[in-house]
C-alpha cells in the first residue's frame, strides 16, 4: 500500500487547507484512513481518522469542529479539510491507514503503532 499526500502549505491564522491521500495498492474495502502530525519538538499525535467501511470518524479534541474528514471510496482518497486554522496546527501530516476484512474490519484509533502504512508526510504552516 502507498499513501500519497497533498495539499499542504503556507496559510495565514483563521485561513483553511484541505488535505488529500491517496491510497494505491488497496486491495480491501475495509480499511481504516487518517492523519497523525508531527510539529517541532513535540510528540506524534493522531489528528483524525475515519473507517471506510461504517463512516465512524476520529478527531482529536483539539482539532474538533475545526476539521472534517472524509473519504471518496471510489478514488481511494481521504480528505482532511481544516477549517479556523491556528499556529498551533502548523506541523508535518501524514497520511496514515490500516487494512482489513470483512472478518476483522479496522476501527480508527489513536495510536500510531496501530497502523501499518505511512506517507511521506507534508508541512502545513499557519502563520501570518
Known amino acids: 500500500v502507498q499513501l500519497v499526500e497533498s495539499g499542504g502549505g503556507l496559510v495565514q491564522p483563521g485561513g483553511s487547507l484541505r488535505l488529500a491521500c491517496t491510497a494505491s495498492?488497496?486491495?480491501?474495502?475495509?480499511?481504516?484512513i487518517g492523519w497523525f502530525r508531527r510539529a517541532p519538538g513535540k510528540e506524534r499525535e493522531g489528528v483524525s481518522c475515519i473507517s471506510n467501511h461504517d463512516s465512524n470518524t476520529y478527531y482529536r479534541d483539539s482539532v474538533k469542529g475545526r476539521f472534517t474528514i472524509s473519504v471518496d471510496s471510489a478514488k481511494n482518497t481521504a480528505y482532511l479539510q481544516m477549517n479556523s486554522l491556528k499556529a498551533e496546527d502548523t506541523a508535518v501530516y501524514y497520511c496514515v491507514a490500516k487494512i482489513g476484512s470483512p472478518w476483522r474490519p479496522p476501527y480508527c484509533s489513536a495510536y500510531a503503532g496501530e497502523y501499518g502504512n505511512w506517507g511521506q508526510g507534508t508541512q502545513v504552516t499557519v502563520s501570518s
Open positions: 495498492g488497496v486491495t480491501s474495502d475495509y480499511y481504516a
